[in-house]
């Protein structure tokens, strides 16, 4: 047994993915406790109160208050979870969201049945998206796939598209914004080694953050049941030294607009 992480958690990449991996813990603790504390106490029931001792019913019953305090303790514990750990984990998470201008920030659509990003170019500003020019060969509405209104939007020329089914890229790191959209249904944004789950709602965008700390390929899951390709929405991630990265996004840039 592996002492140092004793329930065989999956490969962890992230920064604030060690105190969730804590909390997970220390909540396995506890159910392990109750598990073995009312396993036994059903075991002494059984036998405390087998019919060979007690020919006739109690009407009375049990008079002492033992297992109301043992409860009290239980629910004492949980408080000390929810109020000593998992506020302030959620809290940490929430008070270290960087500025945008110091964080690489990237847009993620997800669709029945894949997912897809958008990354601003080397401006560092996303190109134009407007609901008029949604249509199937432009869903996501961007201004650079419109012919007519691709003139006056020179922020989205260097704009990178990873269309659905490709690969999607961060540096590692490096603080990450995330934001977190659907076309369809409801999915939910989920790479494992990096402890971050979002709900990915139509007409929402969700802003989530984290830092990578491993260079690796992840898979993405959808964590949300969205259709009948649920099991099949599976995404890669490729995070990559920042020099790796920005030779990418440079490499990319302006010719994956395209939504093939
Ligand atoms: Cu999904």
Redesign the pocket.
């Known amino acids: 047994m592996d002492f140092k992480n004793p329930l065989g958690l999956p490969e962890l990449a992230s920064v604030h993915g060690a105190d969730v991996d804590k909390l997970i813990l220390y909540v396995h603790y506890l159910m392990a406790a109750l598990f073995v504390g009312w396993s036994a106490y059903f075991l002494y029931s059984l036998w405390r109160f087998r019919a060979g001792r007690n020919p006739k019913a109690s009407y009375a019953g049990v008079t002492s208050h033992v297992s109301n305090y043992v409860e009290l303790v239980i629910a004492a514990v949980e408080v000390v979870l929810l109020v000593g750990f998992a506020v302030p984990l959620w809290a940490r998470v929430a008070d270290d969201f960087p500025a945008e201008d110091k964080a690489q920030v990237v847009r993620i659509t997800?669709q029945?049945?894949a997912w897809m990003a958008r990354y601003p170019g080397a401006d560092r500003k996303f190109g134009k998206q407007d609901i008029e020019l949604v249509s199937p060969e432009n869903p996501l509405g961007l201004a650079q796939k419109d012919e007519k209104s691709k003139a006056n939007d020179p922020d989205g020329k260097d704009d990178v598209l990873v269309p659905p089914q490709a690969q999607l890229t961060l540096p590692v790191n490096t603080n990450i914004i995330a934001y977190i959209t659907s076309m369809d249904?409801i999915?939910?944004f989920k790479v494992i080694p990096l402890r971050v789950t979002q709900d990915?709602i139509p007409g929402l965008r969700i802003p989530i953050h984290f830092v990578a700390t491993k260079t690796n390929v992840y898979q993405i899951t959808?964590a949300?049941l969205?259709?009948n390709g649920?099991s099949n929405?599976k995404g890669t991630l490729k995070v990559m030294e920042q020099t790796e990265f920005d030779a990418w996004l440079k490499s990319k840039a302006g010719v994956s607009t395209s939504y093939e």
């Open positions: 997800g029945q049945f249904v999915h939910s990915a959808c949300q969205c259709g649920h929405m």
